[in-house]
């Protein structure tokens, strides 16, 4: 079976070839054929030696953790032989832990999770692999090919969760946002607020001239593009407007203090971006009595569980199909896999694809 996974030393995936030709299920795990396993930021991250880490004992992490396939064998589970799936990321490392027992992995501390392809668990970017039933989300045939966009739309129903339940206490009518980033998560996250949030006016931020194919896409959603060369975070009020909700994902450290600023009073922020370390200076007496005297919040979120993969997957089926073309740059199959990992302005979301999705 071939896999694409990033060596110890090296800054570039390689594909691999393992011993047997598919792995075999443990019980209560199904055997997965994959279709297609998209690439982000994180991605980019681990590969770059900057995040996440080997299984133990190895020199080697088979990436990828946003994954689409088929049941290939149910072995027993629930699952239909055929079924299109998405899996979980996130898996216990020694045996359940009360996280996981009760249902929500996603809130696990450092030590108590492995993420597959990211952290001490190998990846989904193979031809076929095998998880526990419990952890692969069904979804409808006809989102086989979109699928892999399951995973990082979950990690905003997460996000919007937790912000919304951060304004619970008070009647919130939120009607404008500010996405910071226009990578992949930006984007979706921008047409997810276009489509299903109710929001009436939305910006994104990024650093970028036109023409941009980026800054194409935020204007078709009906969105304002702010270049943050001109408009930092914290001057969108001056600008523009202040607004209810800030969604950060550009992994620009500055973004979390200077937004804020940014929000209108009873607002909250998300901050989903992983930077390293990076010290500067901050007016910590403005960024205090900001969150007080205006009611602000900010939350930060990772990951996600089984049911935003749930609420994801219906979230992708209203996405307008204009823009998915759009944000889908490429798919790539095994023999020209680099290609999913390049990077430029002109590369939105890439995909490698593994196999054709074929009806039942
Ligand atoms: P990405 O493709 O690297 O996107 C980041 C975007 O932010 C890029 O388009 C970049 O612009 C822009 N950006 C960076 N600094 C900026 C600045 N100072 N001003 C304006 N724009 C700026 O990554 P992604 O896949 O969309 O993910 C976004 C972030 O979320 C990453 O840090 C990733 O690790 C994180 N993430 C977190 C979770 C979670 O569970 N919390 C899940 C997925 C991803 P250029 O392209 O022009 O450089
Ligand atoms: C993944 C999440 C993961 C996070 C931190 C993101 O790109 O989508 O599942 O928890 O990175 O490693
Ligand atoms: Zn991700």
């Given amino acids: 079976m071939k896999a694409i996974a990033v060596r110890e030393g090296d800054r570039t995936p390689t594909v691999i070839e393992t011993e047997r030709p598919e792995p075999e299920p ?20 681990v590969i770059g030696g900057g995040h996440g880490g080997f299984p133990e004992g190895e020199d080697h992490l088979v990436l990828g953790h946003e994954a689409v396939g088929v049941v290939e064998d149910p072995n027993g589970t629930s699952l239909e032989r055929g ?7 996130r898996r216990p490392p020694n045996g359940p832990n009360e996280y996981f027992e009760r249902g929500e992995p996603d809130m696990a501390p450092e030590g108590q999770y492995h993420e597959r392809g990211i952290v001490g668990a190998h990846g989904f970017m193979a031809e076929y692999f095998t998880s526990p039933a419990e952890c692969l989300v069904p979804i409808p045939d006809a989102l086989a090919e979109l699928g892999f966009l399951v995973e990082p739309i979950s990690i905003s129903e997460k996000a919007f969760e937790l912000a919304r339940a951060s304004r619970s206490s008070f009647r919130w009518t939120p009607e404008s946002a500010l996405v910071l ?22 910006y994104c931020l990024g650093r970028r001239d036109r023409p941009d194919p980026t800054i194409d896409l935020i204007e078709a959603l009906g969105a304002t593009y702010v270049d943050s060369r001109k408009t930092p975070v914290d001057a969108v009020p001056e600008v523009h407007e202040a607004v209810d909700f800030v969604y950060e994902a550009t992994g620009y450290p500055k973004h979390a203090f200077q937004s804020v600023h940014a929000l209108a009073p009873n607002g909250v922020a ?5 930077p390293g370390s990076w010290e500067f200076e901050v007016d910590g007496g403005a960024f205090h009595e900001e969150f007080v005297l205006h009611n602000k919040a900010m939350i930060g979120s990772v990951n ?20 998915l073309d759009d944000l889908i740059t490429g798919v790539y199959g095994l023999d020209e896999f680099e290609r999913a990992f390049a990077e430029g302005d002109t590369i939105i979301k890439t995909a490698v694809q593994f196999a054709d999705y074929e009806e039942r």
């Fill in 270 to 274: 998300a901050l989903l971006g992983v």
């Fill in 26 to 45: 443990e019980a209560g795990e199904a055997l997965v054929r994959t279709l297609r396993v998209g690439v982000d930021g994180t991605d980019h991250e």
């Fill in 83 to 89: 079924a299109v799936v998405v899996p979980t990321v």
């Fill in 304 to 323: 996600s569980g089984f049911r935003h993969f749930e609420a994801a997957t219906e979230t992708l089926a209203t996405l307008p199909s204009w823009f």
């Fill in 181 to 202: 980033g226009n990578g992949s998560l930006g984007l979706l996250t921008l047409a997810m607020l276009r489509e299903g949030e109710g929001y009436d006016r939305l």
